[in-house]
């Protein structure tokens, strides 16, 4: 459980010299897919719209980015990339800890500078006569997308831990079985306690009302209580996804 910051710089270092030019590669080619559908909304549509590029391109930032997730840990599944990574000079922590932030906060920081300049090469077609409308940069709906990025990449990294192959569908399928059981729990809670808000499909909040009595206070908004399940969310596939690395090192 040692935690040194300068061996996870170095670890980091390592990561963009293994996987980076995979990264940026990808990323330009899913930024420019969307560019190039941009330019023949201009070429057979007459406008186009830079929120509409941005929307599409964070799209591609999200699967991409739970695709690369899922992939995180494929070296270990070879003997030869294996037994390198195992023998680093790290603790499993800094190891895992590394990759988090690299398939996280580096590739957004990738994807989001990539989708920019897109922007900013789609806007720049207007001094050419060509009809486009908007603005460069939407700080906003990029905060949007990293806020679920950031828990859908601790989800499927925690995966690429827990599964050696077929990491992305496992996962995936995982993670629709979870859903529906908690669907159908919630289901019973309001046919057996009686959740009356829940079973009027009110959604303006989480205070239940149970057998007349209101229970409201840090559930009483719903943005709240979503931020709460987001945070618990993330923190337990985050342990979760450390505990099955560890077993796979060992």
Not at 140 to 150: R, T, V, W
Not at 207 to 223: D, P, Q, V
Request: aromatic letters at 16%; one cysteine or more.
């Amino acid at each position: 459980m040692e935690f040194n910051i300068k061996r996870l710089s170095l670890l980091l270092k390592r990561h963009f010299l293994v996987s980076g030019r995979k990264y940026i590669t990808g990323i330009v080619i899913g930024t420019g897919v969307v560019f190039m559908l941009s330019c023949f909304t201009i070429v057979f549509g007459g406008t186009t719209l830079v929120s509409q590029f941005h929307h599409t391109a964070l799209i591609t930032y999200l699967v991409g980015g739970v695709i690369v997730s899922s992939m995180a840990f494929v070296e270990i599944n070879k003997p030869e990339t294996g037994y390198q990574l195992m023998t680093l000079p790290a603790s499993s922590l800094e190891k895992f800890v590394s990759t988090w932030l690299f398939t996280s906060i580096i590739y957004s920081l990738m994807a989001f500078v990539t989708i920019t300049i897109g922007a900013i090469l789609l806007s720049s077609l207007e001094y050419l006569g060509m009809q486009v409308q908007g603005g460069i940069f939407n700080a906003p709906e990029m905060g949007d997308a990293f806020k679920q990025y950031f828990v859908g990449n601790i989800i499927f990294l925690a995966g690429a831990a827990a599964f050696k192959r077929n990491a992305f569908f496992k996962t995936m399928l995982s993670f629709v079985v979870v859903f529906a059981f908690l669907v159908i729990y919630s289901l019973v809670l309001v046919k057996v306690f009686g959740f009356t808000d829940l079973a009027s499909g009110n959604s303006s909040g989480m205070g239940f009302a149970l057998n007349g009595s209101s229970f409201n206070g840090m559930f009483s908004n719903s943005e709240s209580a979503s931020v709460i399940a987001k945070t618990f969310l993330a923190v337990f596939f985050l342990v979760l996804g450390f505990f099955k690395f560890k077993e796979r090192e060992l």
